[in-house]
């Protein structure tokens, strides 16, 4: 199994775990943010400094690609880059919303026929989501979304929806569907990347480390209103 640096800081939290071998064994979280530009190298170098003392070697970086904070997702992606060129390592994306999923899976266990809707918040009623099965099979796109009753009634027409992440709380009172679940407290977090991160280890999929930019910049920018930025 690989051991991976991961690096999350698409929203106010920053954390940096160390993944070896399916197991979590380095991870540390600033919860007080936004303090990227402070908490991120502090963190790396102390995980870097972990792996190096026991002779453990790294196989890849994997890095939160968003959507996400515009500054957040910047510096965690310069970190990554960085260490990848320094280390020789391969870079591994891991999308902001299908690992906000990670929690809600392992530790709610929605049933077999209900869908996740992980949301970042982008103000107002304005929100960054996607639909998902419990196989983080891509049900809907991720897309912007001005949140109202309609937003989702396709969807919770058909049966029961996950919503999460830090935009869900304030859109509850406009979607009002019975079949609508919020669940709180969900962060994105870089010890719940490991299964995404190790999964796309073993499918070879990896970035070019000179060419990669986040999702959120380079596919929402040009498409979304200057409102959302």
Known sequence: MPCILNIETSTDVCSVAVSRDGVCIFNKEDHGGPNHAVSLGVYVDQAL????????????????????????????????????YGRGLKLIAVPT?????????????????????????????????GIYDRALREIRQVQADIVDGDTYKEYLDRGKVCFFGNGACKCMPAVSHPNAMLIKGIKPLAANMLPIAEKRMAEGRFEDVAYFVPFYLKDFVAKTPRKLL
Request: aromatic share 4%; glycine share 10%.
């Open 97 to 129: 919303l299908e690992l906000l999923a990670v929690p809600v899976l392992l530790e709610h266990e929605p049933g077999d026929d209900t869908l996740l809707c992980p949301m970042l918040d982008a103000r107002r009623m304005e929100v960054y989501a």
């Open 49 to 84: 400094s972990f792996a190096d003392s026991r002779g453990i070697q790294l196989d890849a970086v994997a890095v939160s690609c968003g959507p996400g904070s515009y500054t957040g997702l910047r510096i965690g992606a310069s970190m990554a880059k960085g260490i990848c």
